[in-house]
């Protein structure tokens, strides 16, 4: 953990260039998409469509870094660096588990820098709006990483990790709800937004901006709606729960491909 918190400090163009892809999302296409709604006579109302975007748009941050965090092991196990760690006298579960930790903590830092742009989403700087964020974002990072460590402990390179990330990222980006609202969907639709680890990640995020807002009950609905199953509404708390399984989950499963790799 502490050997990722150092890697992360010391490389800046890293932390520069894991802001693009967020900037151009929040502020291009929060902006385009706010303009869409606007002409089209939308329900967009007094809710900035920057406002809606922005929990899923610090989900996204930090789960790209968590998982491209998780790719430095295929590279340690390409240049030799791995394997003085599996031949430390500690055991695999510690590797792994700081592993996790470093990547969760240096993605919510990342997180830290979209939070200070708040303001121009239109989310209020509310002391505990934003612990209660950073709080959901190392948890979303967690599993995430835990999820990319799991992926490279099999992965032989770093082209077969970046691969495979991309293929996995994509479509659970585009299924979390991060970027347009859950209700109304198709009922295929439904069901994979459901399945989506990233979809418990998104919400409570999105649930803690709108509570400190000030928005009619349709607009809530129409934005804010909520993850539902079969009609029933999933408290907040129990999709924080399902994070924090999932992510104990990959990384216990990581755990085990490591020690099969003794």
């Not at 031949?87 to 990547?103: E, Y």
């Not at 709006?129 to 999820?147: C, D, E, S």
Request: charged share 10%; aromatic share 10%; net charge positive.
């Amino acid at each position: 953990m502490h050997r990722e918190l150092i890697r992360f400090a010391r490389d800046r163009i890293r932390l520069f260039a894991n802001l693009v892809q967020p900037l151009l999302w929040l502020l291009v296409m929060g902006t385009g998409l706010s303009n869409l709604m606007t002409s089209g006579g939308g329900p967009a109302g007094p809710v900035d469509l920057k406002t809606f975007i922005f929990p899923g748009v610090c989900a996204m941050s930090v789960m790209f870094t968590a998982m491209f965090s998780a790719g430095s092991i295929v590279w340690d196990r390409e240049f030799g660096f791995l394997r003085e760690m599996l031949v430390a006298p500690v055991g695999r579960t510690a590797i792994v588990a700081g592993k996790c930790l470093g990547g969760a903590v240096v993605a919510t830092a990342q997180g830290v820098v979209i939070l200070a742009l708040a303001g121009l989403a239109g989310v209020p700087y509310d002391p505990v709006l934003l612990l209660q964020m950073l709080g959901l974002m190392f948890l979303g990072a967690f599993a995430m990483t835990g999820f990319g460590v799991m992926l490279a402990a099999r992965l032989p390179s770093m082209q077969a990790f970046f691969g495979v990330v991309q293929m996995a990222l994509m479509p659970m980006m585009f299924l979390s709800g991060a970027l347009y609202p859950l209700g109304g969907l198709p009922v295929w639709l439904s069901v994979l937004t459901r399945l989506n680890p990233l979809t418990y990640a998104v919400d409570p995020l999105r649930q803690a901006v709108f509570a400190r807002l000030d928005v009619s009950p349709e607009l809530e609905r129409t934005f804010n709606p909520g993850v539902t199953w079969n009609g029933w509404q999933v408290p907040v708390g129990l999709e924080i729960l399902i994070i924090v399984v999932v992510g104990v989950v990959l990384m216990g499963v990581a755990v085990l491909e490591f020690r099969r790799g003794e």
